[in-house]
């Protein structure tokens, strides 16, 4: 129970499957650093510090949970936190071989350092970050997937990417 462990990822946004996969961690780890990466290679609807405010809202209940930025390779950001646990979630059977491939790949760089794969709760087997913006932006329903801060941050962000004419330009979040 003392270990640090963190769990890295883009959180764009944070969504009830990403605070469920942290809380559960919480309960193993000491402390878990939620680790919000600054250039994924991904389209981002949030910046950086709009990601962590998210993420620190959603979890600010979690004693042992803080949310931090990172830059450059996960190993590093870990070894500089003297994390020993590296938490992923794992949704569905596709998830594993990336999930798989990444830990041999952290462990070879930081051989200390452990993997841990959370299995998702079946209620969130199907969320991810990018399918929930894709239906937002398209006037969905999203309110039984995120909280509502999250909600409140997705409304602004459509707002502020209209157009005069129309309601939403609209991208693919499939990147």
């Known amino acids: 129970m003392g ?4 769990y890295p990822g883009t959180f764009d946004p944070i969504h009830f499957g990403h605070m469920d996969i942290a809380r559960r961690a919480a309960q193993l780890f000491g402390r878990v650093v939620v680790a919000v990466y600054y250039r994924p290679n991904k389209r981002l609807l949030f910046s950086t ?3 962590v405010a998210l993420a620190r809202e959603a979890l600010h209940d979690i004693s042992n949970i803080e ?5 450059g390779l996960t190993t590093t950001f870990a070894e500089s936190l003297g994390a020993r646990v590296l938490v992923r979630g794992l949704r569905v059977v596709s998830d594993f071989e990336l999930e798989y491939q990444m830990a041999l790949t952290n462990n070879q760089l930081a051989p200390q350092l452990e993997t841990v794969c959370l299995m998702t709760r079946k209620e969130y087997a199907f969320l991810t970050a990018s399918i929930l913006k894709e239906i937002f932006m398209l006037g969905g329903d999203v309110s ?3 909280a509502p801060h999250v909600v409140a941050a997705l409304t602004r962000k459509r707002e502020s990417l209209a157009c005069p004419g129309d309601s939403v330009t609209l991208v693919s979040l499939r990147d």
Do not use: F, G, M, N
């Open 144 to 146: 039984t997937l995120v």
């Open 67 to 71: 949310v931090r930025p990172y830059k």
């Open 49 to 51: 510090e709009e990601r």
């Open 3 to 6: 270990d640090i462990a963190i």
